[in-house]
Each structure stands twice: as structure tokens, then as C-alpha cells.
């Protein structure tokens, strides 16, 4: 149980084209998923937090404008990284929070989407 | 932001042997998760820590949330190759949604 899906799991593109990530709870209702960025031997960092049916909350920092986060459904949040630059080169790893009484504070990954942007 | 302060970095061992690694924090935490991560792959969630003092155990894998609940400790027995990874521990507080991550362990075997 608990398995959290991520497509693509790598994309390469040109720079100024956007870029759709979707990730999918597969067994489990999420009411809120999460976008992390993940650097090369560095810990996660949080994006944003997207709750089912409203606005994402950005993190310090991260335009909201470039990086749009769709969380349509209980089992469907999207991040669309528009107008990509190589500098948004990375790994992009989304968690979904499972309901329920003990859990909620628990979060399942996705297998993560490695980004290179030329 | 904050972060939990994860220990040791990095560790070196041979198969067989035990492995102990601990995050601590100044502030209270009411859930402790601990995460392994493997080159190219999200984090997987070995255990979950929701109560002050409580020992769980997952195969060769057991944590501890701290009595404080500002600290969590993972140990692995008899450890194998297949445990070589990056290890985080996470921790949330009330209140908040996010998870606080510590920095990783960075756990290497010799067979």
C-alpha cells in the first residue's frame, strides 16, 4: 500500500519549452501532495504544498509563476516547469500525505523525475 | 529553513555489522520518519515514529522516538550490501503539514 507514481521519470528538453510532472497516489486518497527539488547529495528541499481542489502554497523563494502546480484530484497533483532554463536542471521528487488518524503526518514519495533542461 | 540535525554524515562499514545513526532537534516533534534513498530513486519509508518513546521495529531495522520528542534514533543489525543508501530521518510538528528533513547518512557496506 501507500505507492506513489512520478511521469516521466526523466525528460530532456530545450530551453524555454515547458515541462508537465505528474504524480499519482495509486492506492490511497492524498488531500495534499508535495514538490521537492532535490540537488546532488544534498536533502530534500519543499517546493510547495498542494491541496486537492486549492491554490498551492509556495516556499520562500520558489516563483510560483514558474513552476505551476495543478492538484485537480485526490489521486492527481501536476507540476508544469514553464519556460524551463538549464538552471532548473534537477531532480523533482513529489510525496503524497496519507489521511487517517496516526498517518497523516506521514508522507510516501515518488520515484522522483530527473530533469535536464539545455 | 529548519533542519534536524543528522548523525553521522557518512559511515563505513563492513557487512555484518551493527549501524546506529540519531537526529536531535531544540524543538519538539510529535512524528519521526525515517527514509532511505538510493541513487536516482525517492526516499522509501522504512518506519514511522507517531508516540513519545515508542520502539518499532521493521525487519533488521529499528527506531526509537525519544521520550524529549526532540530526538529519533535508527539502528541496523547485521547489516547486509543491499543496505547501502543515503538515509534521512524527518520529523513534523503539530501545527505544521511539512516535514523537517535532516541531512542524510550516507551508509556504505564492505562486503
Known amino acids: 500500500g501507500a505507492v506513489v507514481s512520478q511521469h516521466p521519470s526523466w525528460v530532456i528538453c530545450k530551453s524555454g519549452t515547458s515541462v508537465k510532472i505528474e504524480c499519482r497516489s495509486l492506492d490511497f486518497q492524498a488531500t495534499t501532495m508535495f514538490w521537492y527539488r532535490q540537488f546532488p547529495k544534498q536533502s530534500l528541499m519543499l517546493m510547495a504544498t498542494s491541496n486537492e481542489g486549492s491554490k498551492a502554497t509556495y516556499e520562500q523563494g520558489v516563483e510560483k509563476d514558474k513552476f505551476l502546480i495543478n492538484h485537480a484530484s485526490l489521486t492527481l497533483s501536476t507540476l508544469t516547469v514553464t519556460s524551463a532554463h538549464p538552471e532548473d536542471s534537477s531532480f523533482y521528487i513529489c510525496s503524497a500525505r496519507a489521511s487517517g488518524t496516526y498517518s497523516t503526518d506521514t508522507q510516501y514519495f515518488g520515484p522522483g523525475t530527473r530533469l535536464t533542461v539545455l | 529553513g529548519q533542519q534536524l540535525n543528522q548523525s553521522p554524515q557518512s559511515m563505513f562499514i563492513q557487512e555484518g555489522e551493527d549501524v546506529s545513526m540519531n537526529c536531535t532537534s531544540s524543538?519538539?516533534?510529535?512524528?519521526w520518519l525515517w527514509y532511505k534513498q538510493e541513487p536516482g530513486e525517492g526516499p522509501v519509508l522504512l518506519i514511522a515514529?507517531?508516540?513519545?518513546?515508542e520502539l518499532t521495529s521493521n525487519g533488521r531495522l529499528t527506531a526509537q522516538f525519544g521520550i524529549t520528542r526532540k530526538d529519533s534514533f535508527l539502528n541496523i543489525s547485521a547489516s547486509i550490501p543491499s543496505d547501502v543508501g543515503i538515509y534521512f530521518c524527518a520529523g513534523a510538528q503539530g501545527g505544521s503539514e511539512k516535514l523537517v528533513f535532516g541531512k542524510g547518512t550516507k551508509l556504505t557496506v564492505n562486503p
Open positions: 524543538s519538539i516533534f510529535n512524528t
Open positions: 515514529l507517531y508516540k513519545a518513546g
